[in-house]
């Protein structure tokens, strides 16, 4: 099982911005142009079941994100370092939550909505975005 550690977070106000960083221990990210593993974010607000927010696949390396933060958010990887990032912009006060990385088992190629296709998880990220 991978080991996923999260760094950044923390308290913003609406409409600034944060960069949330996952390094993922224990394997290589990158097998091929798109990496080994599926990787995504998920994040969880007080009171409500943790939810997917953006998701890059392993078959063709292509990102996908809820509609809540299409446009403002972004994921991406960088397989020399074998960390995962999600670019946080415009942030707003419905963005408050805790968040997390994850990664499916490695012989998933396709990125998934549920909590349950995810095997490795960071250790969570408090985001506050507050005036």
């Known amino acids: 099982q991978l080991q996923l550690v999260e760094s950044g977070g923390g308290l913003v106000q609406p409409g600034g911005s944060l960069l949330l960083s996952c390094e993922i221990l224990?394997?290589?990210?990158?097998?091929?142009?798109?990496?080994?593993?599926?990787t995504g974010w998920f994040r969880q607000a007080p009171g409500k079941e943790r939810e997917v927010v953006s998701c890059?696949?392993?078959?063709?390396?292509?990102?996908r994100y809820s509609d809540s933060v299409k446009g403002r958010f972004t994921i991406s990887t960088d397989i020399t370092k074998n960390t995962m990032y999600l670019q946080m912009n415009s942030l707003k006060l419905e963005d408050t939550g805790v968040y997390y990385c994850?990664?499916?088992?490695?012989?998933?190629?396709?990125?998934?909505?549920?909590?349950?296709?995810?095997?490795?998880w960071g250790q969570g990220l408090q985001v506050t975005v507050s005036s």
């Open positions: 994850a990664t499916r088992p490695a012989k998933y190629l396709f990125c998934s909505d549920s909590v349950f296709d995810f095997a490795s």
């Open positions: 224990g394997t290589t990210l990158l097998r091929t142009t798109s990496g080994i593993y599926v």
């Open positions: 890059i696949s392993r078959y063709d390396g292509s990102t």
